[in-house]
C-alpha cells in the first residue's frame, strides 16, 4: 500500500481508506448501504489491514451513531493499529443544538462520537457541512480546545465551498487555531467539479482530499448498461434520489471506455475509476466501501499498478465537461491558461 501525505500536515495516510457507511445500517439511505455487524466488521478490517489499509472513516450521522459503535466494537484491541475518521455537523435530532458547528454541539458531538468508538482520542475529525448561522471563530476556537485537550489530532472538513473553506483557512491562520488538513469531497470520473475551485486551492493551501463516492453513487460499478434497467437491489436502485445527477449520455461514454481500458488490463471497471482518480492532484486517499469480502478485495485491486498516459487521456476526454464560469476561460482561452494553466 502507498502512503501519502494528509494535506500539509506531518500524517501518512493509505491511498486507500475505508468508509464505514454499510456499519450497523439502519434508515432508508444507509439500511440501503448494508447492515455490517461487529463480527462481519471485524472480518473487514482484517482484511484491510493485510492490504496496509488503516484508515477507517465514518460519521456520527451514519445509522444515527450505530456506524461509530459498530466501527469502535471492531477495532477493540486494536486501536494503536488504525486510524479513526469520523464526521459531525449535520443534525442529529429536532433540537435547536442538535446540529451545526457551534461550541455546545461540537464539545458534545465529540465526547459523544468518543463514547460511541470506544476510544478516547479521535486521529481527524471533519466538519461534515458548514454551519453558516455559527461564527468561524467560534467553530476554530473550539476545535483548538478539543485538540489541546488531546480529544482530536487533527481537524478537516467536508462538502465545503471554495470560499467557506479558505474563510476558515484564513481565520485560523489570523488567529493561531488549528488549520484543516483535509477536505473530504465529492470526486469521480463521472463528478468532476472538485477540479474546478476546490483542487486549486487545496493545492495552494495544503488541503488533501478525501474522496467519497469514487464510484460516482454506485454507477461505475460495472453493473450499469445503456439500455438496461437499474439492477433491481442495488444501492444506487433504492438511493439514486440522494445521489449527484448525472448526465446519462455521458455516464455511458464514460462506461464505454472504461468496458475498453478493462478488456486491455484485465482489471475491473470499478479498479480503473480508483485508479484514475489516485493520479489527480492534492488527492491523499480515495474511501473505498464494500458490504462484502469479494468486493473489498475487488476495490483494494485499485492500487499497485497504474494507467497509461493514453488509457488516461481517453477517459480525461470521456468525461470532460465544459467548466462553469469564471473557470471555463482558463480551460478554453490560450492567454487565460498562460496565467493560470489547469492542473489537469
Given amino acids: 500500500m502507498e502512503y501519502r501525505r494528509l494535506g500539509a500536515s506531518g500524517l501518512k495516510v493509505p491511498a486507500l481508506s475505508f468508509g464505514t457507511g454499510t456499519f450497523g445500517g439502519s434508515g432508508p439511505l444507509f439500511g440501503a448501504w448494508g447492515n455490517t455487524d461487529a463480527g462481519e466488521a471485524r472480518r473487514l478490517i482484517d482484511i484491510c489491514l493485510e492490504a496496509g489499509v488503516n484508515l477507517f472513516d465514518t460519521a456520527d450521522v451514519y445509522s444515527n451513531g450505530a456506524s461509530e459503535e459498530v466501527l469502535g466494537a471492531a477495532v477493540r484491541g486494536r486501536r494503536d493499529r488504525v486510524l479513526i475518521s469520523t464526521k459531525t455537523s449535520l443534525p442529529m ?39 453558516a448561522g455559527t461564527p468561524i471563530e467560534e467553530v476554530l476556537g473550539t476545535l483548538d480546545d478539543l485538540v489541546s485537550a488531546g480529544k482530536l489530532r487533527y481537524v478537516g472538513v467536508s462538502n465545503f465551498s471554495g470560499w467557506q473553506l479558505m474563510k476558515s483557512l484564513a481565520a485560523a491562520e489570523r488567529q493561531g487555531y488549528p488549520r484543516y488538513v483535509a477536505h473530504q469531497v465529492y470526486y469521480s470520473l463521472v463528478g468532476r467539479d472538485y477540479e474546478w475551485e ?20 454506485g454507477r461505475l460499478t460495472g453493473k450499469l448498461r445503456r439500455g438496461q434497467e437499474l439492477p433491481a ?10 445521489g449527484p445527477p448525472v448526465d446519462e449520455e455521458r455516464l455511458f461514454a464514460i462506461i464505454d471506455v472504461l468496458d475498453a481500458i478493462s478488456t486491455d488490463t484485465g482489471k475491473t471497471i470499478p479498479q480503473i475509476a480508483v485508479n484514475w482518480l489516485l493520479r489527480r492532484p492534492t488527492v491523499s486517499s480515495v474511501i473505498i466501501g464494500a458490504r462484502t469480502e469479494d468486493q473489498l478485495r475487488q476495490n483494494l485491486g485499485g492500487v499497485g499498478w497504474a494507467l497509461t498516459e493514453d488509457q ?22 490560450e492567454g487565460f491558461a498562460r496565467l493560470n494553466p489547469p492542473l489537469v
Fill in 93 to 131: 435530532g429536532e433540537g435547536a443544538n442538535e446540529a451545526g458547528s457551534s461550541r455546545p454541539r461540537l464539545i458534545r458531538a465529540v465526547d459523544d462520537a468518543l463514547r460511541r468508538l470506544g476510544t478516547d482520542y479521535i486521529d481527524l475529525l471533519q466538519l461534515h457541512a458548514f454551519d
Fill in 198 to 217: 476546490l483542487m486549486p486551492l487545496g493545492l495552494d493551501q495544503g488541503v488533501g482530499a478525501l474522496v467519497w463516492s469514487p464510484l460516482g453513487w
Fill in 233 to 242: 437491489g442495488s444501492r444506487l436502485h433504492a438511493t439514486a434520489d440522494y
Fill in 312 to 333: 488516461v487521456a481517453r477517459l480525461d476526454a470521456a468525461s470532460s465537461v465544459t467548466a462553469p464560469y469564471p473557470y471555463f476561460p482558463y480551460r478554453r482561452q
